[in-house]
């Protein structure tokens, strides 16, 4: 058999085969085989401390004064890796220490060394703190049992805080949605944007008294987020435009031209006096009117939400996302629901609400007249005469009944 010895990789520091450095045998047999320990020259010049070489187990040959480089290359490579790995456990265990130490020093009435006292002990969380036995912990610990059960309630209404606030950062997301309806759908049981995309908005709005067309929005771009299909809209069928036919033209009218009279054949007159001869009059002639051009008809451009005065595309948008693009929608809406939902000062819906109002021709909003108080009847007043003296009175059991 050969001495050769194969090279292993070192891949922990609690290996069940401890390390061995190799050695030469003398020259006549020019092999290698496995040493009893490494040279101190060795692990100097593999930068190994000897306190942790005593820590690491590895073997040590005081009588050895030789160096190897392959013994060299494998101590170097071996205390790397070691280092490597304690820095990153020292960097994680920092970090989740001051997680920790955060966490608890969010409850009230704890002080430092008892935060650190409680990380000792495991309590790495609030979530750990509440699963724990407040009687356990105090033995640990040395802390009071009061102390620990008054701890315990407190991380449990933060931790049911922190879960309420995250829902609602969550929800917050959507498009047209503040703190208000998001804490309502968290008290509903609607904790994530999961849960809102499979809602229907009828069911729902009859639920939270909502807009169902608000809630609608709030759905869609909630399957939106989380990548399902947004169902399509189905468009109203548009009305055909009817064509406007030209009005005819009317064919000219073709002048005649006046006949000719025939030419009367003079007679010759018998000798007489000549008679002056008296031209005839020329007919004035008759003027020709032309026809009457119609008026041409102004077509009339539909009215939309950028004929108001004083609309920006922010506030275009914003309404647009409510489904709000005509005048008449937006006549229907209520005012404050808008205004909290778009952020729309709520003077300027009014005002454009009005002028919409003008624009189509219907009439403004009139207040409703107050009722007239009746006026207060007059007392009556009966004279002096009539007055009968409280001495005249007959009580009522003087007074004998008729027969």
Sequence with gaps: MSNEVKEQPIDTIESSEKKRPFVKKPKKYLNERKGRGFSLKEMKSASIPLDDAKQLSLPIDSRRK?????????????????????????????????????????????????????????????????????????????????????????????????????????????????????????????????????????????????SEKIIDVWIQDAMRLTGKPVPKKKKPVEKLKEVKKKPEKKPKEVKKKPEKKPKEVKKKPEKKLKEVKKKPEKKPKEVKKKPEKKPKEIKKKSLTLKDLGGIEKGDLKSLKNLGITKLDQLIEEDIEEVASITGINKGDLQRWMSDARDLLGLPKDKEKPKEETPPLLKEQVIPKEQIIPKEQIIPKEQIIPKE
């Design 66 to 210: 030789s160096i190897h480089d392959k013994n060299v290359q494998i101590l170097s490579a071996f205390y790397r890796n070691i280092v490597s790995k304690r820095k990153e456990e020292k960097i994680q265990l920092d970090i989740s220490n001051k997680e920790a130490f955060k966490a608890l020093k969010s409850l009230r009435g704890i002080k430092s060394s008892e935060a650190k006292l409680l990380i000792e002990a495991g309590v790495k969380s609030l979530q750990v703190l509440i699963d724990e036995e407040s009687e356990m912990l105090a033995d640990d610990t040395k802390i009071k049992v009061e102390k620990i059960e008054s701890w315990i309630e407190q991380a449990k209404t933060l931790v049911k805080r922190k879960g309420i606030m995250d829902s609602i950062d969550e929800l917050l997301q959507i498009k047209g949605m503040n703190k208000v309806y998001a804490k309502k759908l968290v008290d509903f049981g609607i904790l994530s944007i999961e849960d809102l995309s499979q809602e229907k908005a009828n069911i729902l709005s009859k639920d939270l008294k909502f």
